[in-house]
């Protein structure tokens, strides 16, 4: 199975600060990546699918990059409502894995 | 508007079965696949398993493959995952997903003596 890792695994910012995720794939996934958000007792929420195509709804402020191996869930400006536990999911291949996730704190 | 309901979660002693499900409304319910995701107390998301829009294709996470198995009933609006010989580590919040784009509310599954 394809290995995620995300990086970091947890961080604290600001209202405002510019957060940067980033998730590795152990071998290469072309751009078949996705990020979710999930908030505490939630289902997850779509955000990006394709690595960088934002998903109807989703704020501007977040936006994705990346292929092959690397990739990177961006958050331009941090608002209250985005401190969550965000993960990526490659749907290159089965099984679909995701990685270990990142939460995002209030500093 | 799309709407996915699990049912079916409790407590059950290691090795034995259960059976989740999860009705599906609000689409086109024969187009789309549906997935099963799982998430452990205070752990991460897990993806578990899909089924295709036709129930021809269907894959497993390594961790339930050969004791879980995921099947649909369109005339119901139906997905469901039966699950064998369960293990303590199966113990987790069980949602269904259309295309896992649209989820389901989850349910918990206990598994413990």
């Known amino acids: 199975a394809i290995l995620m890792t995300q990086s970091p695994s947890s961080l604290s910012a600001s209202v405002g600060d510019r957060v940067t995720i980033t998730c590795r794939a152990s071998?290469?996934?072309?751009?078949?990546l996705g990020w979710y958000q999930q908030k505490p007792g939630k289902a997850p929420e779509f955000l990006i699918h394709a690595a960088s195509t934002l998903q109807s709804g989703v704020p501007s402020r977040f936006s994705g990059s990346g292929s092959g191996t690397d990739f990177t869930l961006t958050i331009s400006s941090l608002q209250p409502e985005d401190f969550a536990t965000y993960y990526c999911l490659q749907d290159y291949d089965y099984p679909w894995t995701f990685g270990q996730g990142t939460k995002v704190e209030i500093k | 508007q799309v709407q996915l309901v699990e049912s079916g979660g409790g407590v059950v002693q290691p090795g034995r079965s259960l059976r989740v499900s999860c009705a599906a409304s609000?689409?086109?319910?024969?187009?789309?696949?549906i997935h099963w995701v799982r998430q452990a107390p205070a752990k991460g998301l897990e993806w578990v398993a899909l089924i295709s829009y036709d129930g021809s294709d269907k894959y497993y996470a390594d961790s339930v493959k050969g004791r879980f198995t995921i099947s649909r009933d369109n005339s119901k609006n139906t997905v469901y995952l039966q699950m064998n010989s369960l293990r303590p580590e199966d113990t987790a919040v069980y949602y269904c997903a259309k295309s896992l784009v649209d989820w389901g509310q989850g349910t918990l599954v206990t598994v413990s003596s």
């Open positions: 071998q290469g996934i072309r751009n078949d």
């Open positions: 609000g689409f086109s319910f024969s187009s789309y696949g």
